[in-house]
Every structure is written in C-alpha cells, then in structure tokens.
Nanobody, 120 residues
Framework: QVQLVESGGGLVQAGGSLRLSCAAS????????MGWYRQAPGKQRELVAT???????NYADSVKGRFTISRDNAKNTVYLGMNSLKPEDTAVYYC??????????????WGKGTLVTVSS
C-alpha cells in the first residue's frame, strides 16, 4: 500500500504564510512527479504546482511568485511554501504523486487533503 499524508494547513490572515508538507510512505520503489492541487468550495480541483524528480517546477499563474514547491527525495516528501496568501487561496489542498511501487507498477496517488483558510 502507498499513502500520502498532508500536513500544515490551517487558518491564516491575508498576507500571511503557511508551509504544507506531504510525505509518501509504503511499498515505494521510486517517485516521479509530485504536486499540489487545490479545490475551493463549489469549484473544480485545479493544479497549483508540480515538481519532477530532478527538480523542474511548474506553477499555476495565480500562484507564481508567491508559492514555492520543493521536495526531499530521500524523505519522499514534497513541500509547498505559500507567501502573501489571499482569501482566494482558501481551499482544500491535495498532494499528488506518480509512484512506482515495489511490484514495478506505476500508479497515481492522492492524499486526503488539508484545509487552508485565508481570512481577509
């Protein structure tokens, strides 16, 4: 089994900062891309940022310059640093990873999400 567990969400005032973490565990042989997605109330899930195994990153236009994605391959962990938060960043943030399990089967895995609430 493979699990992704997010942490670091919470309530913050506009202009504040938060750092999300997501740790992958289980029968993992290798992890390719990892990323963060978010879903606001009444809206579809959207891409926030992704990072490849070698560190190449991609960001949604709405978070460029404010959010930073990083990863620690030794710890199978991806992070999302969020600065200058806005009320419109309020959402449930989900971790995603493309993982090669020990049985050499690739799979797309999701965490259960962590809520970020930005007050105005």
């Amino acid at each position: 089994q493979v699990q992704l567990v997010e942490s670091g969400g919470g309530l913050v005032q506009a202009g504040g900062s938060l750092r999300l973490s997501c740790a992958a565990s289980g029968s993992i042989f290798s992890i390719n891309a990892m990323g963060w997605y978010r879903q606001a109330p009444g809206k579809q899930r959207e891409l926030v940022a992704t990072i490849t195994h070698t560190g190449s990153t991609n960001y949604a236009d709405s978070v460029k310059g404010r959010f930073t994605i990083s990863r620690d391959n030794a710890k199978n962990t991806v992070y999302l640093g969020m600065n200058s938060l806005k009320p419109e960043d309020t959402a449930v943030y989900y971790c995603n990873a493309y993982i090669l399990k020990s049985g050499l089967v690739w799979g797309d895995y999701w965490g259960k999400g962590t809520l970020v609430t930005v007050s105005s």
